[in-house]
């Protein structure tokens, strides 16, 4: 099975920057959506960016001009570039994965859908103080 391992997280002051880190072992399929999602306290778990194996980029609103998701082939590791971070960022941020053998069908796969991804990471916290 695919195991996600996030890491990168801490605490930083607004308009700064951080660069979250997800290590995917295990994966032996031949299509895949990866991504992440992020959750505050008492609020619900919201899609923040994703990928996929067609090439295919998905940017929450709250986030586009300042975050860049993108995925290291060679080391299977998937990346949050997040720019001029805000307060409202803070939250608890998970890399997701699912993964599905060539031919399978993705109809009906939503990309910040948390209950359309079969394996989760342990997640990361961020920080942001106002």
């Known amino acids: 099975q695919v195991q996600l391992a996030e890491s990168g997280g801490g605490s930083v002051q607004a308009g700064e920057c951080l660069r979250l880190?997800?290590?995917?072992?295990?994966?032996?399929?031949?299509?895949?959506?990866m991504g992440w999602f992020r959750q505050a306290p008492g609020k619900e778990r919201e899609g923040v960016a994703t990928l996929d194996s067609e090439g295919s980029i998905k940017y929450a609103d709250s986030v586009k001009g300042r975050f860049t998701v993108s995925l290291d082939n060679a080391g299977n590791t998937l990346y949050l570039q997040m720019n001029s971070l805000k307060p409202e960022d803070s939250a608890m941020y998970f890399c997701?994965?699912?993964?599905?053998?060539?031919?399978?069908?993705?109809?009906?796969?939503?990309?910040?859908?948390?209950?359309?991804?079969?394996?989760w990471g342990q997640g990361t916290q961020v920080n942001v103080p106002s």
């Open positions: 997701a994965a699912e993964v599905r053998t060539y031919g399978a069908t993705w109809l009906g796969f939503e990309p910040f859908s948390s209950a359309d991804f079969g394996y």
């Open positions: 880190s997800c290590v995917a072992a295990g994966y032996t399929t031949d299509t895949y959506c």
